[in-house]
């Protein structure tokens, strides 16, 4: 294949360029195409679909890994995404991938997820994205096993597409948890976070808060990321961003209106 | 009814404590039980769901229209959410209303709007809670004709309940456009935001970058909220937090998982 014919895939994240999750993932996309990284300056970790509107931002021309062609940027994992399609490429990447996250992303924490919402919006765009993250929060956890994980989706999402308007999510257990299973496509779990601040005095005497809590999944059926990723599995759930409760909308139908 | 037995309601929104848009919902929430107020110290808008991980957050009790009961907080929206669930109340309250945003919510901004998010958040937390948008942007906007719909909307909430996992997205066209014609429950619109990025140069010769875009619905079908809107209706989108694309589910379990 020539160069000039190569897919060009654009990478991002939410821990930021200089995290080696995503080093790792760029690595991997050069074996299917050009590679563009876009990603965030500092960490933007829990940012969800933030957006920059009441400032301006910069990119600026970093040095990565392997030579890859690379920019930094002031903002949010989104405004990464909207940098690179409406300035940098002036047009839409073959293919978005984000990661590979420091942390799980299964469940409702989709919500929150930098990392997953510069997939949303690579879907919200029309191009076909995914976001990858490795359960585990280190900055020196292993990412080998997770290298095959990125590459067998990357390669069924080039081959077979993506549904209008969805995204995927990969989460993939530690390696500490022993070899993969497999893949499995699963749905995302419901659950909840719980205690979730904690209250402590200044020096001054004044209250202050941090937010803490611990995850709690509210389903283990095995058709879910949490029971797939706890029995040894890697987990893709589509996403989409219709979030219309369809099947809520005959209900509200029958409700009285009259104002 | 005694005062011990009203419903308590959390008020909050994205454009800070001082928006006249929550003064508004604040004091008709005053009809339907008693009223916490907890939302940003200053603007939040298009934060989508970011939570405050990397720093500590404050409250502050604040005076407030009518004497209502009022904290303002130094985070995001869903901040506000989970310092009144989990540090003021101790408990979910029986109602959660976020608004009236200084603005519209249709369609996919539902993901960028962070009053929106503390809906979400409320849902996620079991609450049954309301978005309110007025789709003006003017900070001299009347509500004036925000009102019947929030307590009509307000009221069949707490007569029918919200079903499990889902919040409502309440958008109301500008008094310019004439006497509503009534509310209809209706889908998320398709749409995109187009043209996204504006370049400048600064007094050094830096390029910076202002995200714009031009909002553009992709579906104008009778069942959306853009349709609604676009004819005299309020809408009203059931919103639900599981993003998982069932339909897609089939499809990828088709794929050659191996590793």
Redesign the interface.
């Known amino acids: 294949m020539k160069q000039t014919e190569r897919p060009l895939i654009l990478v991002t994240n939410d821990d930021g360029i200089f995290a080696p999750g995503i080093q790792t993932l760029a690595q991997e996309m050069t074996a299917f195409g050009r590679v563009l990284v876009v990603a965030p300056d500092k ?1 933007q ?10 400032n ?4 600026r021309k970093v040095d990565f890994t392997d030579g890859i062609e690379a920019y930094s940027c002031t903002g949010t994992p ?2 990464c995404v ?2 690179a ?3 940098l490429i002036k047009g839409r990447p073959a293919l978005l991938v984000s990661g590979i996250n420091h942390g799980s992303n299964l469940s ?1 924490n ?3 997820s930098g990392t997953m ?1 510069a997939a ?1 919006e690579g879907a ?2 029309g191009i076909p994205s995914i976001g990858f993250s490795l359960m585990e929060y280190g900055i020196d956890a292993s990412f080998d096993h997770v290298r ?2 990125v590459r ?1 989706v990357t390669e ?1 999402v080039l081959r ?1 597409g ?2 209008k ?2 995204c995927l999510n990969v989460n993939v257990p530690p390696a500490a948890a022993g070899p ?1 299973k ?7 779990a ?1 659950g ?2 719980e ?3 904690e ?2 005095r200044d020096p001054h005497g ?6 803490r ?1 611990q995850f709690v999944a509210r389903d283990q059926a095995h ?1 879910t990321d949490v029971w797939a990723t706890d029995h040894g599995y890697a987990s ?14 005959d ?3 029958t ?5």
């Open positions: 960490p970790s829990a940012m969800g679909h933030a957006i920059t509107i009441h301006f931002l910069r990119l989104v405004d909207k940098l399609v409406y300035h409702i989709v919500l929150y919402s949303v919200l765009e095959p994980v067998t069924n077979h993506l549904g308007g969805c993969l497999g893949i499995r496509a699963c749905r995302q419901p909840t976070w205690d979730a601040v209250t402590r004044h209250e202050y808060h941090w937010l809590g058709d893709v759930v589509p996403v989409q961003f219709d979030m219309t409760a369809h099947g809520e909308l209900r509200l139908n409700w009285e209106h009259a104002l």
